[in-house]
């Protein structure tokens, strides 16, 4: 049993109010500790705490700064057991995926201290009467409220270039996956970033989240989440103009051409709908296939997904969905897709089984002979639920992927790298991945298109979202 509560100033700290919430075991539905439901009180406390501590993290120089960041890097790695733990019990997370998601976590913070200096501005010659110069300044309080599907590697987006940028934190994790964030906090100072620099209130999205954007030391905001909770947060945001970065929903088509690989993109293709149990805004739920290969990469595919591990063990490749909201709404779209009267090729319930107990698992489910204009095809559902769609050429291949409201990421499987650069041109994605399907790496920036949002997170481009430009004019 455990029990999360903030961690703000450098020290564990209990809601206001003294209230708590139950925080239920994905893999066994039974409750695994408590987690505090902080209220507006806790949220002022730690926005306050943050602007104490800019001025001093602000003027210390860049090179300091990267330093203390490599350091909180290096203790990352040094807790990965920790870290790995915290995460895979809240989340349902397979064990085995662990050690990577603690390392590429520590990746963020490496590669933002590495990166300090590059915020720099220019000088821009406007003759010999003037000595003209920009320079990026950093806001001040930063804001990251995160989601629940992936904890650890979300919020080192976000925090890693913003204090690398001279601003300081404060973070809201979901209410369903807190402990592994708070546990991040508490080691980071411990490796030596001053207390009160990076802060973490935990407590419900909906009651803290507004507070966090209405508070006038709140500076920036990165948001990733839901699109109405998105589009809630925009209009608060519009009111106080208050810069935001949001990654929101996703659609995301994944291309397979006839001269793909076939048992590479099979595998690609089921990696894409089934890593984390569909629980991650790329994931490629949009699968549209060239109709001369369609029946025979779908045999594959099949084959792919049939032999997939669902369950709570170390070596399984699909755990639980994390919360029980998530999992009553996947099971809604099996429904949905009886009354469109789309049958699953494979899947399409709930998966049972003595080893599962009364966890929220999902079987893989593979949908066939849909079509673009569907439920299933236009929504995402956050889940193990793989939509195929056919199509004839390229030109019917980019109409149908660009067809979306969203436009996060997007798969491309071809041989013919002149196709590949024409599809990578047309595709209305942020992040285009080709010839396998992953998350991308630390150093590529991430975010969407559309209605999957705007601003990017990650590489060297999350730098400038983080820092405000001036200009200074010098007349000599």
């Not at 893999?27 to 001093?56: C, N, W, Y």
């Not at 994931?283 to 084959?303: K, N, P, W, Y």
């Not at 956050?382 to 390229?394: Q, R, S």
Request: charged residues 20%; neutral net charge; contains cysteine.
């Amino acid at each position: 049993m455990i029990r999360v509560e903030s961690y703000i100033g450098g020290r564990s700290l209990p809601p206001t109010g003294l209230h708590y919430v139950d925080k239920i075991d994905p893999r066994t539905a039974q409750k695994m500790g408590e987690v505090a439901s902080s209220s507006a009180e806790d949220v002022t406390l730690a926005i306050d705490t943050a602007h104490a501590a800019f001025p001093a993290w602000r003027d210390l120089r860049p090179a300091q700064r990267g330093r203390v960041l490599l350091e909180v890097a290096r203790a990352i790695r040094q807790n990965e057991a920790r870290l790995g733990a915290l995460e895979s019990a809240e989340t349902g997370k397979p064990g085995q995926e662990m050690a990577g998601l603690v390392d590429l976590t520590a990746q963020y913070f490496e590669f933002y201290a590495g990166l300090v200096n590059v915020q720099d501005g220019e000088v821009i010659n406007q003759g010999p009467d003037y000595h003209v110069y920009t320079r990026r300044d950093p806001f001040g309080v930063t804001g990251a409220i995160l989601p629940w599907n992936a904890p650890l590697h979300q919020a080192a987006r976000a925090i890693a270039p913003a204090l690398a940028t001279g601003n300081t934190v404060v973070a809201k994790p979901s209410e369903h996956t807190s402990a592994s964030l708070v546990e991040l906090a508490r080691i980071a100072v411990e490796a030596g970033l001053p207390a009160g620099v990076f802060n973490v209130v935990v407590g419900k999205g909906s009651v803290l989240g507004p507070v966090m954007a209405n508070h006038p030391l709140m500076r920036k905001i990165s948001f990733t989440g839901g699109l109405t909770a998105g589009q809630q947060l925009g209009h608060i945001a519009a009111q106080r103009i208050l810069p935001l970065t949001l990654e929101l929903g996703g659609k995301s088509a994944n291309i397979v051409f006839d001269d793909a690989d076939l048992p590479a993109a099979a595998h690609g293709a089921t990696r894409a709908f089934t890593w984390n149990s569909g629980q991650w805004c790329c994931a490629g739920t949009r699968l549209l296939v060239q109709q001369s290969i369609h029946d025979r990469f779908v045999e594959l595919l099949l084959e792919q997904v049939a032999a997939l591990k669902v369950g709570p063990d170390f070596d399984c490749t699909s755990g639980p969905i994390t919360t029980q909201a998530q999992f009553k709404k996947i099971q809604s779209y099996f429904a949905i897709a009886r009354d469109e009267g789309l049958v699953p090729a494979i899947g399409g319930k709930v998966a049972q089984g003595a080893q599962l107990g009364q966890g929220w698992y999902i079987e893989p489910t593979v949908y066939t002979g849909v079509r673009n204009d569907m439920t299933l095809a236009r929504e995402e559902i956050f889940g193990p639920i793989l939509c195929v769609i056919p199509f004839k050429d390229e030109a019917d291949a980019l109409r149908l992927a660009n067809d979306s409201e969203f436009g996060l990421g997007a798969g491309i499987w071809s041989r013919d790298i002149g196709r590949v650069h024409r599809v990578a041109a047309g595709l209305e994605a942020g992040r285009i991945v080709v010839n396998e399907y992953s998350g991308g790496f630390v150093q590529t920036p991430c975010g969407g298109f559309k209605q999957s949002g705007y601003g990017r997170e990650q590489g060297i481009e999350a730098l400038s979202h983080y820092t405000q430009l001036k200009s200074v004019i010098i007349r000599l």
